[in-house]
Nanobody, 117 residues
């Protein structure tokens, strides 16, 4: 069992920055992949970024160059540094984790990010 707790969302002006955190707890000996998804109003949930335990990253084209995903394996925590935020980034952001043994997917409750003047 893995529990994911997100923090760091809020209101920010265009061009600003936010840093999201996702802390995992429970049976977390095999967090093979951690990542962030987002869901904007009226839209389907979409991939933002993923990172493997070894540090290999993948980004959606819309955020590449502006967002950086990282993780601290010792703290079982993933981060999403969001810079140069745009109104189009407004969404609920969800942390996820994929374990290896057993092969299970876990989701956080979500944290709201609003980019507006």
């Amino acid at each position: 069992q893995v529990q994911l707790v997100e923090s760091g969302g809020g209101l920010v002006q265009p061009g600003g920055s936010l840093r999201l955190s996702c802390a995992a707890s429970g049976s977390i000996s095999s967090l093979n992949v951690m990542g962030w998804y987002r869901q904007a109003p009226g839209k389907q949930r979409e991939l933002v970024a993923t990172i493997t335990r070894g540090g290999v990253t993948n980004y959606a084209g819309s955020v590449k160059g502006r967002f950086t995903i990282s993780r601290d394996n010792a703290k079982n925590t993933a981060y999403l540094q969001m810079n140069s935020l745009k109104p189009e980034d407004t969404a609920a952001y969800y942390c996820y984790a994929l374990t290896g043994v057993p092969w299970m997917e876990y989701w956080g409750e979500g944290t709201l990010v609003t980019v507006s003047s």
